[in-house]
């Protein structure tokens, strides 16, 4: 039976990791650049919102949504180093799909209201709301094993055609 939660899910999460795989492949950085950047955008979003309209509940979510972000960050960080030192990944929640499906399930009445509002400081809710989502996805995708990525390949091979390009003509001995 065709469920259109758990299609959707299957979706995002094919692009995350196809978008997380190619990316990889061109720049060498994994999935877990994405995911700090979708909290720290997050939060940022959010916290234009708190000191926009200056109200001191958003101010103090804001402040508890910066402490919540930080520490997210820092676990990210050192997910990252354990799998860049041995390879060893730790499972997220967000791995299952239930999981994501309940966040679409949250987010997805955000998004609506959001988009009816139409103010500026409601489109920047949407986009606080998306990168939660992004992060979640990214949260679920396996990065590929650390590797020469084409930018690095591309750089190495620009090098060395400057170097025989900029090497000093040979001198003759003896004139």
């Known amino acids: 039976m065709f469920n259109p ?3 959707l899910d299957r979706v995002l999460l094919d692009a995350a990791q196809k978008f997380c795989d190619k990316f990889q492949r061109l720049t060498g950085l994994t999935k877990f650049t994405f995911q700090k950047w979708a909290v720290i955008l997050s939060m940022l979003f959010f916290a234009v919102v708190a000191v926009y309209d200056f109200d001191l509940v958003l101010v103090a979510m804001a402040i508890i949504n910066t402490t919540y ?3 997210i960050v820092y676990k990210i960080e050192e997910e990252e180093s354990k799998f860049l030192e041995n390879r060893n990944l730790t499972i997220s ?3 299952d799909s239930s999981e994501r499906i309940i966040t679409l399930f949250f987010a997805t009445p955000f998004l609506f209201v959001f988009s009816i509002i139409g103010s500026p400081r409601s489109y920047l809710c949407m986009c606080s709301v998306v990168c939660i989502v992004a992060w979640v996805y990214f949260s679920a995708c396996i990065p590929r094993p650390p590797g ?5 390949e ?3 091979k620009a090098m060395m055609w400057l170097n025989d390009k900029l090497k000093p003509a040979p001198v003759p001995e003896g004139t």
């Open 93 to 95: 929640p967000f791995h």
């Open 69 to 71: 972000a930080v520490f």
């Open 148 to 152: 020469k990525s084409k930018a690095r």
């Open 154 to 156: 591309w750089s190495e």
């Open 5 to 7: 939660c758990v299609w």
